[in-house]
């Protein structure tokens, strides 16, 4: 049993952990709490938890409870999928507000139809230009 990934519900991943270890006990295994959560938390994997696994491991004493190991990492968790929504909601609103335009000529994203260098329309076209397009051309700077 091995949490890697965000998108899996750690609420799940430690009802089973927690079903595992209470099975054992019935079964007559000696399973000490701070063993069992020295289990529970080497299962852990996923990159983003690993620094809450680690401050968990280093606080653990003798009377820290599998109660209070769960409740941590639920708290982490729930933030970090937290951040990941408000994520997924700001990059939501922001392309509803700039929706990414496509040139209908060359089909680049960085630029819209009319102001394409491929435009015809556009006056700034490059079409059958072979002239340097540096900036360094003397035709494009202005005459006072
Ligand atoms: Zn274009």
Redo the contacts with the bound molecule.
């Keep these: 049993m091995k949490f890697t990934d965000l998108d899996q519900s750690l609420g799940k991943h430690i009802d089973t952990m927690t079903d595992l270890t209470i099975q054992l006990k019935n079964m007559g295994a000696k399973i000490a709490d701070a063993h069992a959560i020295g289990i529970l938390l080497q299962c852990i994997e996923e990159p983003a938890m690993l620094r809450c696994v680690a401050a968990i491991r280093a606080s653990v004493k003798n009377e820290t409870t599998w109660k209070d190991v769960t409740k941590k990492l639920l708290v982490e968790y729930n933030a970090l999928r937290g951040q990941i929504e408000i994520h997924k909601e700001i990059a939501t609103a922001a392309s509803a507000i700039y929706p990414k335009k496509r040139?209908d000529?060359?089909r680049?994203t960085n630029?819209s139809t009319p102001n394409?260098f491929?435009n015809p329309d556009n006056p700034n076209n490059k079409l059958g230009q072979n002239r340097s397009t540096s900036t360094n051309d003397v035709s494009k700077i202005p005459k006072f």
Excluded: F, L, P, T
Aim: net charge positive; glycine share 0%.
């Design positions: 040139c000529i060359c680049r630029h394409s491929q």
